[in-house]
């Protein structure tokens, strides 16, 4: 079955980036998308961007434009998330996402989640 | 942008429960319901709208097309406690969850 797998939680000072994984597993991972969502204590779920294989690069939310990065790594059934410049409102946890479909059918499959702590 | 009420809903074990979301344009049947209890990823319940997910118990439903979505529990279990979101996934990707719904015990 489908299984996504990701890096364990972090602890980061302003400022700093943080790279998370999330190592897929159970269907052809070079076909299918994956999205980045995160969730800040007490908040609904934002989506940060997806890694689209057909084009073979990233698309991200306005918001999270120029600040963070997805990339795949192919061979590994791996995507990664960095997000530069952490600020505390960056406290969250982190999901890796598959689409239903290849590139559609909204968010199916879930990573366990990644918290990432932004403090001094 | 998806409009989710209530935000907190109390209720007992047998209560018939219903959630709303409003989409402020059509989406079709682009909505899938989400459970999500702490410390844990959200869980599909339901898809384009109405299509229960394999394994979901079927008190659960969904209805639904257009703008005006609801997720009913036809009788709360001790297990239904817990958040519920709604996704809009109209397009491929810029994914909108609705606020939440946090089902207490009254």
């Known amino acids: 079955q489908v299984r996504l797998v990701q890096s364990e939680a972090a602890v980061k000072t302003p400022g700093a980036s943080v790279k998370i994984s999330c190592t897929a597993s159970g269907y052809n991972f070079r076909n299918y998308a994956i999205h980045w969502v995160r969730q800040a204590p007490g908040q609904r779920p934002e989506w940060m961007g997806w890694?689209?294989?057909?084009?073979?690069?990233?698309e991200f939310s306005r918001k999270f434009q120029g600040r963070v990065a997805i990339t795949r790594d192919t061979f590994a059934s791996t995507d990664h998330l960095e997000v530069f410049t952490l600020g505390s409102d960056d406290t969250a946890v982190y999901y890796c996402v598959r689409s239903r479909f290849v590139t559609f059918g909204g968010a199916a499959h879930w990573g366990q989640g990644t918290l990432v702590t932004v403090s001094s | 942008q998806m409009t989710q009420s209530p935000s907190t809903l109390s209720a007992t074990v047998g209560d018939r429960v219903t959630i709303t979301c409003r989409a402020s344009q059509s989406i079709s049947n682009w909505l899938s319901w989400y459970q999500q209890k702490p410390g844990t990823a959200p869980k599909v319940l339901i898809y384009r709208a109405s299509t229960l997910e394999s394994g979901v118990p079927s008190r659960f439903s969904g209805s639904g097309s257009g703008t005006e979505f609801t997720l009913t529990i036809s009788s709360l279990q001790p297990d239904d406690f817990a958040t519920y979101y709604c996704l809009e996934y109209k397009n491929f990707s810029e994914w909108t969850f609705g606020q939440g719904t946090k089902v207490e015990m009254k």
């Open positions: 890694f689209m294989p057909a084009k073979g690069n990233a």
